[in-house]
């Protein structure tokens, strides 16, 4: 109940959002109140015929659209900024009345303006406007969807310690390569080297890199290379990712090897 009135953001921006044409969960106060108020059925006016010659609403005042709302209100109090417009509250009412065999929609989806007598506005600048902005976003993400790469890899070098020297001179620094297939088939992955000619690449005891769809995996590696005296550091360099059943086009993720 907290959650839902001091964090939704939907209590806040609905506001913005709203007219006198726009849907919302209403209580009909006129049917509900009559003239003369509420008053429940064991008032002495049991049947609807009963109660409308009295001027008493169809509300019974049986409290089930307060006991059923997450957030607590009384529907029947008008609209408050905490309504979520679940519709567990018209739920709850047309048990009631199906209960007593009166007609349902005293709490039912409508509008300001067909409360007031008139006929609810569907198509208006506003709903046209909310329509082309959801048309863009359905679009761009479709988009996305289908122009996403088959495998999402990125490469993090590990820095304590940045490099190793090694007993015959070449120096040595360690990553972490993240695979992520994303394609709809099974991969199996080659990792290579380019931009440090002569430099070798240890993938420790992992022989084969091989996912299923949506499967991902953490891959240390380690790059041993005999850095000539004029290199810079860090020097750049690329590792190239292949599907070995040539699925996918090689990949290539930019790095940096460190000599000093």
């Given at each position: ?7 939704c953001?939907y ?5 913005v959002?709203?007219?006198r ?7 009909d ?14 008032a002495?006016?049991?049947?609807r ?6 001027g008493?609403g169809d ?6 659209c307060?006991?059923?709302c ?6 029947r109090?008008?609209l408050?900024f ?5 519709a567990?509250c ?8 199906d209960k007593?065999?009166w ?7 409508t509008s ?6 008139g006929?609810?506005?569907?198509l208006?600048?506003?709903t046209?406007?909310?329509?082309a902005?959801?048309?863009v976003?359905?679009?761009a993400l479709?988009?996305?969807i289908l122009?996403r790469?088959p495998?999402?890899?990125n ?8 490099y ?5 001179g070449r120096i040595q ?12 088939r099974e991969l199996d992955f080659?990792i290579a080297?380019a931009?440090l000619?002569?430099a070798?690449l240890d993938l420790g005891q ?11 995996v953490t891959v240390?590696?380690?790059v041993?290379?005999d850095?000539?005296?004029d290199?810079?550091?860090p020097?750049?360099?690329r590792f ?5 059943d040539g699925h996918?086009?090689?990949?290539e993720?930019?790095s940096?090897f460190?000599?000093?």
């Amino acid at each position: 109940e907290q959650v839902c009135t001091f964090m939704c953001p939907y209590a806040r921006f609905q506001s913005v959002m709203f007219d006198r044409d726009t849907m919302i969960v209403s209580y009909d106060e006129a049917r509900g109140e009559g003239t003369a108020g509420r008053a429940k059925v064991k008032a002495g006016l049991k049947t609807r015929e009963e109660r409308q010659a009295a001027g008493v609403g169809d509300c019974i005042d049986c409290g089930y659209c307060v006991q059923v709302c997450p957030t607590g209100i009384d529907i029947r109090d008008g609209l408050q900024f905490q309504c979520i417009h679940c519709a567990l509250c018209i739920d709850a009412c047309d048990t009631i009345m199906d209960k007593q065999g009166w007609p349902r929609g005293l709490i039912a989806y409508t509008s300001e303006r067909e409360q007031e007598g008139g006929k609810t506005r569907f198509l208006r600048g506003k709903t046209l406007g909310y329509g082309a902005a959801v048309l863009v976003v359905i679009v761009a993400l479709a988009g996305s969807i289908l122009g996403r790469a088959p495998v999402d890899a990125n490469v993090n070098q590990v820095r304590q310690p940045l490099y190793v020297q090694m007993s015959d001179g070449r120096i040595q620094n360690g990553y972490e390569i993240r695979l992520n297939n994303t394609a709809d088939r099974e991969l199996d992955f080659d990792i290579a080297l380019a931009g440090l000619e002569g430099a070798d690449l240890d993938l420790g005891q992992v022989e084969h890199i091989r996912l299923e769809p949506g499967d991902r995996v953490t891959v240390a590696v380690r790059v041993r290379y005999d850095v000539p005296a004029d290199a810079p550091s860090p020097q750049p360099f690329r590792f190239v990712i292949t599907d070995r059943d040539g699925h996918i086009e090689p990949l290539e993720v930019t790095s940096q090897f460190s000599h000093r």
